[in-house]
Structure formats: structure tokens, C-alpha cells
T-cell receptor, first 113, second 115 residues
Framework: EAQVTQNPRYLITVTGKKLTVTCSQN?????MSWYRQDPGLGLRQIYY???????DKGDVPEGYKVSRKEKRNFPLILESPSPNQTSLYFC????????????FGSGTRLTVV | AQSVTQPDIHITVSEGASLELRCNYS??????LFWYVQSPGQGLQLLLK??????LVQGIKGFEAEFKRSQSSFNLRKPSVHWSDAAEYFC?????????????FGTGTQLKVEL
């Protein structure tokens, strides 16, 4: 089954403790992206990647890092999480998102206390 | 830069009634337009998309949307709503920017269905 898999689904952590949210897709998509969803703000792009070793900032990149060492994986790293990063995070992949839209993962609900 | 406005934050309709969710976009060229649905606790599922050609596009679950260039709109419609349609709906515009392909989302419309 074609899918984007995120882990974990739920995570509660403390301020400053580094964490990684994993994302993997099995569709051989070139494009991958991370979004965060907050009430009243919709989905905002954090980072995106057009291919292996090619990543760039989205609209709200502060406090996040990503890497794309393999085509299928695109982890999101929070080196020092803060409470304002409490949010619902989605990973997505696509051939070309502007044309085809994205396939989304099921989301990761992160709470930073 | 492209942008999407969904003017209705919440909409409530009775089961069996018709539905129209509004979406207005801003983009300098011919847009690629999408509607996604997010059920509680789930990811986003693509309902339909518009690239070019026929301005009335059909999607899954009985939804359709009409592209109106003169109004910069891409409203989502369904003739008869089912209780299972209760969800949040997002409109998005796709664009090729200097930074590559990108989808920009609206802030969403929460649909409640009364039985």
C-alpha cells in the first residue's frame, strides 16, 4: 500500500530535550515536506526537500532541522524543543506537489511541557 | 506569493442538505487547486484537484468543485451531506516558486453535520 509513515503518533516531552520525528514513504517520491497544523492557522510548511541531499526552509523553519540522506526518509529534528512547538505535525510526499498534491502521513501530536 | 482564504471557520448543515464551502485564492498565473479533507485524528486526504480544462471537477465521496477565474474562487459542493462528512476541509493552491513546488493551504473550514 502506498503510504507515508510517521512515528511516533503521540509524543510528550520536556523543554530542551532533543527529539526526532521520523517520516518514510514507499512511493519513490522526490518531494517531501513537513507541515505543522495549529488551530486557526491551518497548515504551515516547515521544511521541504526536492530530492536527496536537497532541503530548504519553508514558512516556519525556526527551531527545526531536517535531513534527506535517503529518498524514502525525511526526519524532522527538534534540537531544543520549546512549548511553542506544541503542535500537530504532518509529513507529506509527492512527485511534484504543485501539480499532484501531497500524500500525507497520519500526523504526530507533539506536546512540549 | 500565493495565498488561500477560506472565509468560513465553521459551518453547520443538516444531514441531507446541500453544502458549499468557499475558497478564494491569490496567484499570478493559472493555479493548481486542491481540496483536502481531514477527519478527526486522521491525516489529510485529497478530495479533488483542478489543473486546467473543464472548470467543474468531480472528486471522491460525491464532492465537486467549480473553478471560477473571474472570482478567483474554487468552491467545494456536495448535493446531499452525510453525517460521515463531518470533518475539517482545506483548500490549497499549488505554485512553482523560486524555491520549487509548493502547496499553500487555507486555514480550514470545520463542518458539523446535524442529524
Amino acid at each position: 500500500e502506498a503510504q507515508v509513515t510517521q512515528n511516533p503518533r503521540y509524543l510528550i516531552t520536556v523543554t530542551g530535550k532533543k527529539l526526532t520525528v521520523t517520516c518514510s514513504q514507499n512511493m519513490n517520491h522526490e518531494y517531501m515536506s513537513w507541515y505543522r497544523q495549529d488551530p486557526g492557522l491551518g497548515l504551515r510548511q516547515i521544511y521541504y526537500s526536492m530530492n536527496v541531499e536537497v532541503t530548504d526552509k519553508g514558512d516556519v523553519p525556526e527551531g527545526y532541522k531536517v535531513s534527506r540522506k535517503e529518498k524514502r526518509n525525511f526526519p524532522l529534528i527538534l534540537e531544543s524543543p520549546s512549548p511553542n512547538q506544541t503542535s500537530l505535525y504532518f509529513c507529506a510526499s509527492s512527485r511534484q506537489p504543485s501539480n499532484y498534491g501531497y500524500t500525507f502521513g497520519s500526523g504526530t501530536r507533539l506536546t512540549v511541557v | 506569493a500565493q495565498s488561500v482564504t477560506q472565509p468560513d471557520i465553521h459551518i453547520t448543515v443538516s444531514e441531507g442538505a446541500s453544502l458549499e464551502l468557499r475558497c478564494n485564492y491569490s496567484y499570478g498565473a493559472t493555479p493548481y487547486l486542491f481540496w483536502y479533507v481531514q477527519s478527526p485524528g486522521q491525516g489529510l486526504q485529497l478530495l479533488l484537484k483542478y489543473f486546467s480544462g473543464d472548470t467543474l471537477v468531480q472528486g471522491i465521496k460525491g464532492f465537486e468543485a467549480e473553478f471560477k477565474r473571474s472570482q478567483s474562487s474554487f468552491n467545494l459542493r456536495k448535493p446531499s451531506v452525510h453525517w460521515s462528512d463531518a470533518a475539517e476541509y482545506f483548500c490549497a493552491v499549488g505554485a512553482v516558486t523560486g524555491g520549487g513546488n509548493k502547496l499553500t493551504f487555507g486555514t480550514g473550514t470545520q463542518l458539523k453535520v446535524e442529524l
